[in-house]
């Protein structure tokens, strides 16, 4: 039997294939489908959102020690937070088998960096398996298993945006049970007091000798012959890219990229008179390479920056003298066309408080979320985001050396609060930091679709769960200046952001708007422009909301009067609020002449 998948579909599958009891994840573009997938087909896996990254690695960490054969899912960025227990799980090993997926995003569609996890593998020295297409998304994840139990290792599953996101045919195998293992307790082994672990570490080393030698003898590294003078050497979607401009050169194709079979890819290079190496972001196959006296070429042609495309590898390769030309097919139809910027969305709850930001004036904060897009014309609200939770700690800091004359505000989402911004908070209470923070809270992951957290009440499973009642969690914290606003409500947000300012001691701001699109499409009655009262005065478009648009009149002075598009508009009243002529009123109440 053959589906049309996704790479993330096909991980899912390969999970339900390879037995695996327990997945965990945080949800993260380009990982999220993986899980989402496997709570709604394949229900004989139990799987569940944890509040973040860590938390999901030490979920799985269990499952194992129990026996059972998990999963843990996330992307780049979120190998950072669980990099803790990811770097000591290596020196334990594990019962049931363990794969971790990182799922890289390069040329950063959805993220902070582009950092390239394949060094994470070498780092934590744990084999990584590296799929090219969606039916070895799925076929390497099943792998993923024996070579983790076979070596007492996690294994790491390194996918990209583009492989996670492009959909192959594969082929479905029946599912297995995996093995049938118990807990046993064995402390010398899993508990990491540095006399167990310097024992460990012997272990690790020892095993990565092992794991060196399945690599050289593993069917995962494929070598084609086309009898050509020029070999490449590449992996993961570069493999893709390369082959569609080169289809005839030799390919060593790398699929298990760590340990990396260098004697295998050193008679490669031998029967060539020319090797070049493909490879997106940093040179991890070349540097490698290099190291053990090969002289091999690179980076010099296709850079360290962004992801690679047929085009991009088709240029590199013409400069390297391999092709003559750039074939036309490799040229992107799109090239050229107007880009569509980022915005946040129609009735979006979050505008309101950059609204009032901006106006104040204030030094704020970011996090990420969709928040993060009121750093963007025409609302200009954000200085700073790095990471998930810093919002809170950065504020801290600017508030501390004076930074702002005006004051600090941070501003972080409920998800993201309850993955990493709690002991922010904890700390801005026990510093006795003059901070703001307010917490947007639209109920929902909105950013990823509009996934379950711990204060929605509700599983990714779908089952009724406890719910953490934000409000008193920050009492919890300390915090006894606390707030909660509608943010539809632009006078009563401006008024409660300069009060908890001038507050002494940290206070807490909460949003009470759920996300307009999550998890259904919220529409109230839309707005319209009476254009005879419109002044041109531009104030509405200072609002940065898709519905509104400019007419085709013009005041006086040349400036374009507004019109709203109503099946965009959401009815969220913001633009009526802060209209001068009251041009903007509800659709029934408008009267044309």
Wanted: charged share 20%; aromatic share 6%.
């Amino acid at each position: 039997m053959k589906e049309l998948l996704s790479g993330n579909e096909a991980v899912a599958r390969g999970a339900y294939e390879a037995g695996v009891k327990l997945a965990a994840s945080y949800p993260g573009t380009p990982s999220t489908e993986i899980l989402e997938t496997l709570a709604t087909r394949y229900r004989s896996v139990y799987s569940q959102w944890s509040p973040n990254e860590k938390v999901a690695y030490e979920v799985g960490i269990g499952a194992s020690l129990g026996g059972a054969r998990a999963l843990v899912t996330m992307k780049h960025v979120g190998l950072n937070v669980a990099a803790d227990p990811f770097m000591t799980q290596a020196y334990t090993g594990v019962n049931g088998g363990f794969v971790v997926v990182s799922a890289d995003d390069p040329e950063m569609h959805s993220s902070q960096n582009e950092q390239d996890n394949r060094f994470y593998a070498r780092f934590a020295q744990v084999p990584m398996l590296e799929p090219s297409d969606s039916q070895e998304s799925k076929d390497m994840l099943v792998a993923a298993y024996e070579v983790s139990e076979t070596f007492d290792t996690p294994v790491m599953l390194r996918m990209t945006t583009r492989i996670s996101h492009s959909k192959g045919i594969v082929e479905l195998a029946e599912p297995t049970q995996g093995p049938e293992k118990k807990f046993v307790k064995n402390p010398a082994k899993y508990v990491m007091i540095p006399s167990n672990a310097r024992m460990r570490h012997v272990a690790l080393t020892e095993r990565l000798e092992r794991l060196r030698q399945y690599s050289e003898a593993t069917p995962l590294n494929v070598v084609e012959k086309n009898g050509s003078k020029i070999g490449i050497i590449t992996g993961g979607v570069a493999y893709q890219y390369v082959k569609e401009v080169a289809p005839d050169l030799d390919y060593f194709k790398i699929g298990m990229s760590f340990p990396m079979p260098l004697q295998r890819i050193a008679e490669f290079i031998k029967a060539h008179e020319r090797v070049i190496v493909v490879e997106e972001l940093e040179p991890f196959y070349e540097d490698q390479i290099k190291a053990v006296g090969y002289e091999v070429q690179g980076k010099a042609y296709f850079g360290h920056l962004g992801e690679l495309s047929p085009e991009r590898v088709a240029r590199g390769l013409k400069e390297a003298g391999v092709l003559k030309t750039v074939p036309v097919a490799a040229i992107p139809a799109a090239q050229g066309m107007f880009p569509r910027p980022p915005v946040l969305c129609p009735g979006c709850p979050h505008r309101g408080a950059f609204m009032a930001l901006k106006k104040l004036g204030v030094a704020v904060t970011g996090d990420i979320g969709c928040y993060t897009l009121g750093v963007l014309e025409p609302l200009n609200a954000l200085d700073s985001c790095i990471c998930m939770g810093a919002s809170i700690g950065s504020a801290i800091g600017m508030e501390k050396v004076k930074g702002s004359e005006k004051g600090t505000v941070a501003v972080i989402g409920d998800s993201t609060f309850l993955h990493s911004g709690v002991t922010g908070l904890m700390d801005a209470v026990y510093n006795n930091s003059n901070v703001t923070v307010i917490i947007l809270d639209n109920r929902a992951t909105a950013m990823t679709g509009g996934q379950m957290h711990p204060a929605t009440g509700k599983t990714l499973m779908g089952d009724d769960a406890g719910k953490v009642d934000i409000p008193t969690l920050a009492r919890a914290l300390g915090v006894k200046n606390i707030a909660q606003i509608d943010p539809y409500d632009y006078d009563s947000v401006l008024k409660t952001i300069k009060e908890q300012i001038a507050a002494p001691g940290p206070s807490v701001i909460i949003t009470t708007r759920p996300c307009v699109l999550m998890p259904k499409r919220i529409m109230e009655e839309p707005y319209v422009v009476d254009l005879e009262l419109c002044n041109g005065c531009s104030a509405c478009f200072r609002i940065s909301c898709p519905a509104i648009e400019a007419s085709s009149q013009a005041n006086e002075h040349g400036h374009p009067k507004a019109e709203i598009d109503s099946s965009l508009c959401t009815g969220c009243t913001l633009c009526s609020q802060i209209c001068p002529t009251e041009a903007i009123m509800l659709k029934s109440q408008y009267v044309k002449g």
